[in-house]
Nanobody, 125 residues
Framework: QVQLVESGGGLVQAGGSLRLSCEAS????????MAWFRQAPAKEREFVVA????????FYTDSVKGRFTISRDNAKNTAYLQMNSLKPEDTAVYFC??????????????????WGQGTQVTVSS
């Protein structure tokens, strides 16, 4: 069983940056796709970005393209989300997820097997 723990959230002004980390424990990564989702109050959990095992392919939701960058270090069992040019609408709880989603389920929470507890990101205007 894999446990995921996120860190790096916080309060930042609009235009600022944050770097989130997601560390896996329990066992090493086993070629999982890693992803970040976010959930704002009274809204459904939404896909943000995903990265394949090799790191060679990344998928971004349109609203974060050019601002967010996902990466991973498989030797450290850790995935990262670098968030630049943050906007108030980026405010949400950010969740790390891991699994083996089919291409049709890449952006769906149901495509992932492991979840972290979430970390709050608040962007003030």
């Amino acid at each position: 069983q894999v446990q995921l723990v996120e860190s790096g959230g916080g309060l930042v002004q609009a235009g600022g940056s944050l770097r989130l980390s997601c560390e896996a424990s329990g066992r090493a990564f086993s070629r999982e796709t890693m992803a970040w989702f976010r959930q704002a109050p009274a809204k459904e959990r939404e896909f943000v970005v995903a990265i394949t095992w090799s790191g060679g392919t990344r998928f971004y939701t349109d609203s974060v393209k050019g601002r967010f960058t996902i990466s991973r270090d498989n030797a450290k069992n850790t995935a990262y989300l670098q968030m630049n040019s943050l906007k108030p609408e980026d405010t949400a709880v950010y969740f790390c997820a891991g699994g083996f989603p089919r291409s049709s389920a890449l952006e769906s929470p149901s495509g992932y097997d492991y979840w972290g507890q979430g970390t709050q990101v608040t962007v003030s205007s």
